[in-house]
Nanobody
Framework: QVQLVESGGGLVQAGGSLRLSCAASGRSFSSYFMGWFRQAPGKEREFVAAIRWSGSSTYYADSVKGRFTISRDNAKNTVYLQMNSLKPEDTAVYSC?????????????????????WGQGTQVTVSS
């Protein structure tokens, strides 16, 4: 069992930056494929970014590519999402998720159903 707790959300002006953290408890964190998702009011949850267990491969939604960076520190059981050049349309609740493997070997890391554990989320609000 893995528990995930996000932090780092808040209110920021457009063009600003935030760094989200997702702390994991439980064993074998370093073996999990990790993802970040977001859900804006009235919209479905969508994929933002993902990273393989080793950190050797990262994946991004087109809407955040070049602005967001996902990383992980397996020694600290933590995955990060550095968000730069934030836009009002980035406003959402951001959640991290852990996959025991399906998100990786299926190649479909954007599919919510391939993740086994989810955090509660942290609110990010970008003002114009």
């Amino acid at each position: 069992q893995v528990q995930l707790v996000e932090s780092g959300g808040g209110l920021v002006q457009a063009g600003g930056s935030l760094r989200l953290s997702c702390a994991a408890s439980g064993r074998s964190f370093s073996s999990y494929f990790m993802g970040w998702f977001r859900q804006a009011p009235g919209k479905e949850r969508e994929f933002v970014a993902a990273i393989r267990w080793s950190g050797s491969s990262t994946y991004y939604a087109d809407s955040v590519k070049g602005r967001f960076t996902i990383s992980r520190d397996n020694a600290k059981n933590t995955v990060y999402l550095q968000m730069n050049s934030l836009k009002p349309e980035d406003t959402a609740v951001y959640s991290c998720a852990a996959s025991r493997g399906r998100a990786d070997y299926s190649g479909n890391y954007k599919y919510l159903g391939n993740y086994d554990y989810w955090g509660q989320g942290t609110q990010v609000t970008v003002s114009s």
